[in-house]
């Protein structure tokens, strides 16, 4: 396998960073994979198309133009942190947010740097370094009093470590060289300092780059060319366990062990069972369920949701999604459906059923014509819902957006002046949502967002069951489509079989393992995708296990 091409440092790191943002930034107008072809707001995967065929109508850009180099995310930069310094106590970092995506945080497109995030990568690195060398001899991985050989070892181990491949020739020289000059080369433990904060700051470390061997021409447009196999490795970590590759994949990588979907498929179920996989996978449906509304919405003070309930909430959710996944070997249709979660002793109040000890989690079995999988949880609920009354608007909207990828448009500037309706006396929630968007304007889109949204009347703005609202019997029925449902277990039970939530799914699946929506350009990857899902009886892992072995996952294309 060929040599990839290295940057030279020479120390000029931070300007590395800066020119390699301008690279990812792109030189020609991107893709808008959040348009739809008729001008509307679409799903945002780049597909142009809400219709159930899944191919777009319109000219199609050159699949998949790509990034030569993407940023690590906040959360993968500090797994991989984690990972790289497994002898010390990684300090949890304060950095500016990163920009979400349609929803998710590893849009390489997105992620480009600030003038502020480069100092925190700088201050980041210098307490790192710090804390990693009061162990010099553990971080070495030999006796520093070997001087030269112990620093050559250390910048080839870790270099090879922390740049996810091994050192080109130059960069090691470099390296060596920088370790070497005063004040390291009469002190080791400086000379480490200060090499590692070299390491940590260069864009070999902080971007995955994804550059042509040396002597490769690139592909031509619309053509795809063979990833290296270090490449292949960090695209499978960073996706299966947001964060750096481990020693057994490294190796692969080095034997050249990554190259057939044999080998791919033995490495992916073998990270799968990995606790790192639970990491990503929960950050994926974190960001997929939209679980970080519940820190923001406000209630009445007579609810008393304080941050401890917010807490349970989620805690709830990732429990739940861990429990389905990991420990049943679930489908979506468990995600969707399943009337199991666990409570602990504030949240079994508003499921109606026994609280545990204080401070115990129990498993508890729902009712299942109240309760079904996730969109009938506290987390999804109470996040959905204002402070005195639901909204079957939030609800709606994030069904047919997050769920079914239905493209709705923009609301009109008149949408954001409506005041959030209160039922009078005698009128339900219902019947207060459907006054306040009867006016035609509103009704373009809230024909189809209300009677998907109204599924969910049973719930209270925590996410408690009622079967009666101010009074009056509570009208749960819906529709969406030739769809007809009364509540929202009817209509998760119908979701679960449909193909554009299938669909949908697969979707956000690409959008995360590629970081971001360009891969869904590539020509017939989405239903490849999705009929790899169907085979598999729609087992989420077996899903992830189909994205890594399909050639796509291992090629590239040119770069913008």
Known sequence: MKPRAGLHLHGVTVACCVSLAMIACGGDDPVTDTQAEDGTTGDGDGDGDAS???????????????????????????????????????PVFDMTADPSSEGFDNDGEALVPSGLLIEQYDNNARAIAKLATEDLPTLLGCDPA??????????????????????????????????????????????????????????????????????????????????????????????????????????????????TPAQLEAQARRMLADDRAKDAFLHFHEQWFDLGRIDTVSKLPEHNFDDQMRASAKEESLRFIEHVIFDEDGTLDDLLTSNRTFVDERLAAIYGVAPPEPGVWAEVELDPTQRAGFMTQVAFLAGHGHPLNPSPVLRGVYSLKDVLCWPLGAPPPVAEAMMIPEAPDGQTNREAYEALT?????????EIINPVGFAFEHYDTLGAWRDQDNGNPVDASGHFQEAMFNGAPEMMSQLAQRSDVH??????????????GR???????????????????????????????????????APN
Not at 72 to 85: A, G, I, K, P, V
């Open 146 to 259: 070997e001087g030269e050989s112990c620093a050559q070892l250390f910048v080839d181990e870790f270099g090879r470590r922390a740049f996810r491949r091994p050192l080109t020739a130059a960069e090691r020289a470099d390296f060596m060289a920088f370790f070497l000059e005063s004040p390291g080369s009469a002190d080791m433990r400086v000379g480490a300092e200060l090499t590692l904060q070299l390491f940590l700051q260069s864009p070999q470390f902080l971007y995955r780059l994804e550059l042509p061997a040396e002597g490769e021409e690139l592909p031509a447009a619309g053509e795809f060319a063979p990833l290296g196999e270090h490449e292949v490795a960090s695209r499978m970590s960073y996706f299966l366990w947001s964060s750096m590759p481990d020693e057994t994949l490294l190796a692969a990588a080095d034997d050249g062990a990554l190259s």
């Open 52 to 90: 159930d065929s899944g191919d777009g109508d319109g000219e199609v850009p050159d699949a998949g133009m790509k990034l030569p180099a993407r940023r690590l995310s906040h959360f993968e930069y500090q797994n991989t942190l984690r990972d790289l310094f497994p002898h010390i106590e990684v």
């Open 519 to 557: 891969v869904l350009l590539t020509p017939d990857i989405l239903p490849q995708t999705e009929g790899s899902f169907a085979d598999a009886d729609f087992s989420i892992t077996e899903l992830m296990v189909a994205i890594v072995t399909h050639p796509r996952f291992s090629s590239y294309a």
């Open 503 to 516: 669909r949908c799914v697969s979707k956000k699946w690409l959008r995360f393992a590629y970081g971001g």
């Open 438 to 446: 009867a006016a035609d304007e509103c009704q373009f889109c809230h």
